[in-house]
Structure formats: C-alpha cells, structure tokens
C-alpha cells in the first residue's frame, strides 16, 4: 500500500509515538535549463507587448529617444527629451485648461498608478481582507487604471469572483488610509467592476456666495451651489419632494434659501407659489413679505396651510383626472411648494395631539399625491430618526448635512450610503469650513453626491424681497 504513495519516506512509518504524522519528501522532477530558458524568454516577450499594447503612448515616448540615443549618441537621445519638456512647460503656461486635459491629468494619473497604487496594491488588499492568500499564492483584485481629476483620482478595479460591492464598502476607512487619502467612495462601473474615488483635495473647502437670481422663468431644477467635481449643483424642485436633515449650524437655510432664490423668476411671472411654515419664526420670516398670505408660524396656522394644500391637491387632481397624468405649471395652476422649516417641531414634539395627527395626516397625503398635480414639499429636520420623522421615506430626494451620529447617515441617504462614502457625520463644525457642506441622493442614483450649498446671507434676502416688492 505504503509503496504507491509519490516521494520518498522522509522516516519510518511505525511509530510508538502517538499522534505522530507520516512525513513524505514530494517527488522533485528535474526540469532542463533549456525549458526554463524558453519559459523565461515567451514571459518576457508577452510582457513587452503586453506593455505595448496596453499602454501605446507611454512605451513610444521611452522607446523614441532610447531609439535616437542608439543611432545617432546620447546627445540627440538627450536633445529630444529637452525638447519635448520645455515644450510641455511652455504649452502649460500659455493654455494651462487644454494642457490638463490633454496631457497633465494623464501624466499625473501614470506617476500615480506607479508609485502610489500599483506600489501599495498588494499590502493594502491582504492587510484589508480584499485579497486572498491561499497555497502560497496571493489572489488580488485587478488594478485595471487610474483616472485623474482636479480634486481626486479614480481607480478603476475588477473585483475577484465571487466578490460583492459590500466586501468593498465596509473597507473604505481602509482603503483611504492604505492609499493615503482622507476618504474613499465606491461606485458601481459596471459587473465586476468598480470605481474608487481618493479626494486628493477639497474642492468645497471655502464657502460659496449666493448664486445670482436666474434671467429664465422656470421652475428648476434650480442652481443651489456645487457640486465636488466642479460643475453646479441642480436641485429638482418640480415634481419631486425634498427632504434636507442637520445638525443645528449644518447649513439647512443655506439649501432652503436657494431654492426660493432659483425659483424668484417663477414666482415673480405667477408660475410658482411658495408656502412657508416657519414653527422657529427665525428663518423664513426673514423673508415673510415673498410668501404673502401663505406664511404660517403657529402650530395651528401650520396645521391650517398644510390642509389648505392638500385641498388644492385634492381639487387639481379630479380635474386632471384622465386628462393628464404630468404637471405642466401655468398662471391658473401653478407650481406650488411648501416650504417647512424644522418639520420635526410639528411632528414629533408637538404637544397638541390633535394637531400632531393633523399635520401628520396632510404631509402623508401631500408626499404620497403631490407631485403629479404640481404640489411638491420641502423640508427640513434636525433628528431623522423614525419616531421623530415616520414619512421620511415618502421623500425621494434626500439631503444630508452635518450628521451628529453615523447611523443617521443611512436614516437619511437610505442603507448602504453611508458605505458607499457618504461620510455626514464627517463633516466639519467650523461654519466657514462645513456649512452647507452635504451629501445628495437622488430618486434615480443610488451613489451620494458630495455638494455644497451657496450662502444666502441677510443682505441677498432683502434684495430678494425688494426685487418681489418693486
């Protein structure tokens, strides 16, 4: 039986030790140097063109002077390299936008594949339990590229099979710290494959001035400040509902104000109205005389509004009824947006029971019909949790400012944002540095959008009421 076994018996099989294993020597067979020659040479030939074809401008900017050097010296090798430097540095002075986009982002994105991520890549992922090491060998997920922006790079990595997104998500604070960023963010690029964003720097560091009043007439989406990659940040107004949740000092008048401010054009040519609940009677009555009649203050003048707008809800919807099934805004029905500040005072701390079920009642109805007959609500909270806010998730568009806890992250943004980077509770308490400062997750993405909203200070809305008045 013993002599079927491969290998050489290292000792004697009978042992009076118990519990002694059989120690077998593996059978070595002896490879000929001229097949491992041969193996070597085809690896490093697959290589080559691997790397040539993988990466065609980078190999013929190292080949061309090596190429020159060896034909014709070292001086015209040398020459060439000069040349082409100080034309780079003289292309980025005279058009710096055109030399980013063309060359500098992608001159930046190889020095940093090279030395920053293809370096590290093998420590961080067995460190973070990405990969695996089994047999003596390490099984990693594949850096496929990397992509640089202004503000932040991204990778682009082919998950090992059998891999999900949230093997990923758990291991961002890893994964930041392994790449030396301050945070990462996962996105879905598409099957078994995802996208790492690494903020090299904050774009939405200083605060951002109020956006000037539109020349359009039109109901959004409206400008309210940034967005992290630099373009501005629209916020859909019409046919939507907005719920904005934060810390007190996190920046929700900043958002509210916008919005009112895109929509001024609107309102002044009759196509939105804008109803205001103001319960803490210090924000939007700052700007009371925008509202007209249709400004609320009281727990019962709430209560009244909120109902008033479900009627015209009501009423719009029997005359839409096989008629239309979307809301075109005109003079004879217009845009109408409830504004409520600090929803969570009428709500859950309300001390009149019959008004808490009242206003409860109408936001239900107004966040489950509205929108289709042109009737939207934006509100604002400081506690998202369920018992203070429980038709939160009749909102399909969410905005998360500064966050005391972590777990409101997902009360918010839904579950899972909060891996994916939404880091809320990240964000910093010094108003000139995190005011306004939040992360945005529409109805139709699940992945947060990291913005900041445009300051509206006490100056533009007294200029907004003048401009109304006059």
Not at 99 to 109: K, Q
Not at 251 to 280: F, M, Q
Request: net charge positive.
């Amino acid at each position: 039986m013993f002599k079927k076994l491969p290998g050489d018996e290292a000792q004697n099989l009978v042992s009076t030790t118990p519990d002694t294993a059989v120690v077998f020597r593996p059978a070595v067979v002896r490879t000929p140097a001229f097949v491992t020659l041969v193996i070597f040479a085809w690896r490093l030939v697959a290589g080559l063109v691997r790397l040539v074809w993988r990466h065609p401008i980078a190999s013929a900017v190292v080949a061309a002077p090596c190429a020159l050097a060896w034909l014709y010296g070292w001086r015209w090798g040398l020459g060439l390299v000069a040349g082409t430097v100080a034309a780079l540095v003289v292309w980025c002075f005279l058009h710096r936008p055109s030399f980013l986009r063309l060359a500098g982002w992608r001159l930046l994105a190889w020095w940093r594949f090279v030395w920053i991520y293809r370096r590290h890549w093998q420590p961080v992922m067995i460190v973070s339990g990405l990969g695996r090491h089994l047999r003596g060998r390490d099984y990693l997920p594949h850096l496929v590229a990397v992509t640089c922006t202004s503000w932040a790079d991204v990778v682009t990595v082919k998950m090992l099979h059998g891999q999900a997104v949230k093997d990923w998500s758990d291991r961002i604070e890893h994964l930041a710290h392994g790449f030396g960023a301050r945070s990462c963010r996962v996105s879905i690029a598409r099957a078994g494959r995802l996208h790492l964003v690494f903020p090299r720097r904050d774009p939405l560091a200083t605060p951002l001035p109020a956006v000037p009043v539109p020349d359009e007439v039109s109901v959004g989406p409206v400008h309210i400040g940034q967005r992290e990659d630099g373009s501005p940040w629209l916020l859909k107004v019409h046919g939507t509902h907005v719920l904005i949740a934060g810390a007190t000092g996190a920046g929700k008048g900043s958002v509210l104000w916008s919005a009112i401010r895109g929509l001024l054009p609107a309102l002044r040519a009759g196509l939105v109205e804008i109803w205001a609940l103001d319960p803490k009677r210090m924000e939007l009555s700052f700007g009371r005389s925008l509202f007209g009649t249709r400004y609320a203050a009281t727990p019962a003048e709430c209560a009244e509004l909120l109902e008033a707008a479900v009627a015209v809800m009501q009423e719009r919807a029997g005359r839409f009824a096989g008629l239309r099934r979307d809301h075109v805004p005109t003079v004879e029905d217009p845009f109408v947006l409830v504004v409520v500040d600090e929803v969570a005072f009428l709500t859950a701390y309300q001390s009149d029971k019959g008004l808490k079920l009242r206003i409860s009642a109408a936001l239900a109805t107004l966040t489950t019909q509205g929108r289709a007959v042109g009737v939207g609500v934006m509100a604002a909270l400081q506690d998202p949790r369920k018992e203070v806010m429980n038709v939160r998730n009749l909102f399909p568009d969410k905005i998360a400012l500064r966050l005391d806890e972590s777990e409101q992250v997902d009360m918010v943004l839904g579950d899972g944002a909060r891996d994916r980077g939404a880091l809320a509770d990240h964000i910093s308490p010094v108003p000139h540095e995190g005011a306004g400062v939040g992360y945005v997750r529409l109805e139709a993405s699940p992945d947060p959008i990291r913005v900041r909203a445009a300051y509206v200070c006490d100056a533009d809305i007294r200029a907004m009421v003048a401009e109304v008045a006059a």
